[in-house]
Structure formats: structure tokens, C-alpha cells
């Protein structure tokens, strides 16, 4: 079985300051992780993903996440942030085999202060 | 464009009545789900399809139903709507040989009354 835990529903942070958003994952079996952006009223789009390999993963927007089996953890950072970065922000998990079906945590959603 | 395309992409409903949710890839995905979103709660993962003729539940399947008649679609049935099945739906796709995540529509908001 697999989940995730996003710690802090809502995070603010100040334009051009560093964005941290965190995702602790479990899982029965070796993880795909995903993180996920949604801007209002719209869908999900992919930011970025780990599947096998370079455990630090570089996503769109400036984004990156690395991947820490030892602390079953996925963060997901920016260095600066900008205005246009405010959003929900999802992580997710599967499994590799199978249906391979996603398991999401509950949500983030970022505030970028001017 | 190519992608997942969900319609309605608004509805009101009146307890107990029906509806179908549609979703249409044109990706030539295998696997398709639907997932609801609810405020605190993510998305949690109401049915899925690994190819046409084959389906199964997730975590939440209780007053939906499904099926896959062909690759392209993956409609969602509410038979007797309820309050609490208010939320916004969204459709997802993806390739089975590939990993790349998946492809989600742009959502349908539901409300019940």
C-alpha cells in the first residue's frame, strides 16, 4: 500500500524567497513520486516526477525534488519565489507495477507574498 | 488538442437523481481514473480501467459506477446522487508502457442539493 503526508496545508512565503514544501511517502514496494500544480479552477499538471536513478530531479517553473529513501521523503523546493507559483501543490505516489494507480497527499497551498 | 476532456464542466443536481460524468481521452491511454476532490482531502481515487472491458475500484467507489467500452472512454454514473457526493471530479489517463504520470482533465464541478 502506498501514501503520502504533506505537512502544512498552507505555506506562505515572501516573492523571492526560498519555497519548501514537504511530502513524507510510504510504501509497500519500491515508489514513483510525483508532485502535481493546480492553479484555480483548473486541473492538475505534472511538475515533476521521480521514477528510477538521479534521486535530485529538476521539474518546470524552476522547481526541483529530491528523492530520500532513507528519510522516506520527496520536498519539493524553488529557490525564489515568484508571484505566478501561487497554487495548490500535490504529491503523490504509486507503486511500479500493477495498475501503477496514484495515491495523493492532502494538498499544500502556496501564498507568495509581494 | 490532445488530452483528456471531461463535460459537464458544471452541474447541479437534485438528491436522488442520475447522471453520467463523461470522459474522453485521445491519447490512445490504457489506463484511465477518475478521482474526486474535496477540500482537506487531496484526491482520492473513486474507480480505475487498465484497458477496454476491464475496471476496478479504488478507495472511495460506494454510489458510482463505471465501465470501458472502448480505449477513448471511461464514463462515471451516479445512480441516486447525494449531498455528499458534491465535489469536483476529475478524469486522469496514462500509457501503460511509459511512467510519464498522468494526464488529468480540467475537472467537473458537481454540486447536490
Known amino acids: 500500500a502506498q501514501s503520502v503526508t504533506q505537512l502544512g496545508s498552507h505555506v506562505s512565503v515572501s516573492e523571492g524567497a526560498l519555497v519548501l514544501l514537504r511530502c513524507n511517502y510510504s510504501s509497500s514496494v519500491p515508489p514513483y513520486l510525483f508532485w502535481y500544480v493546480q492553479y484555480p479552477n483548473q486541473g492538475l499538471q505534472l511538475l515533476l516526477k521521480?521514477?528510477?536513478?538521479?534521486?535530485l530531479v529538476k521539474g518546470i517553473n524552476g522547481f526541483e525534488a529530491e528523492f530520500k529513501k532513507s528519510e522516506t521523503s520527496f520536498h519539493l523546493t524553488k529557490p525564489s519565489a515568484h508571484m505566478s507559483d501561487a497554487a495548490e501543490y500535490f504529491c503523490?505516489?504509486?507503486?511500479?507495477?500493477?495498475?501503477?494507480?496514484?495515491?495523493f497527499g492532502t494538498g499544500t497551498r502556496l501564498t507568495v507574498i509581494p | 488538442n490532445a488530452g483528456v476532456t471531461q463535460t459537464p464542466k458544471f452541474q447541479v443536481l437534485k438528491t436522488g437523481q442520475s447522471m453520467t460524468l463523461q470522459c474522453a481521452q485521445d491519447?490512445?491511454?490504457?489506463?484511465m481514473s477518475w478521482y474526486r476532490q474535496d477540500p482537506g482531502m487531496g484526491l482520492r481515487l473513486i474507480h480505475y480501467?487498465?484497458?477496454?472491458?476491464?475496471?476496478d475500484q479504488g478507495e472511495v467507489p460506494n454510489g458510482y459506477n463505471v465501465s470501458r467500452s472502448t480505449t477513448e472512454d471511461f464514463p462515471l454514473r451516479l445512480l441516486s446522487a447525494a449531498p455528499s457526493q458534491t465535489s469536483v471530479y476529475f478524469c486522469a489517463s496514462r500509457n501503460r508502457g511509459r511512467l510519464y504520470g498522468y494526464t488529468f482533465g480540467s475537472g467537473t464541478r458537481l454540486t447536490v442539493v
Open positions: 521521480y521514477t528510477t536513478g538521479a534521486t
Open positions: 491519447m490512445n491511454h490504457e489506463y
Open positions: 480501467s487498465v484497458g477496454a472491458g476491464i475496471t
Open positions: 503523490a505516489v504509486s507503486g511500479q507495477t500493477g495498475a501503477n494507480n496514484l495515491f
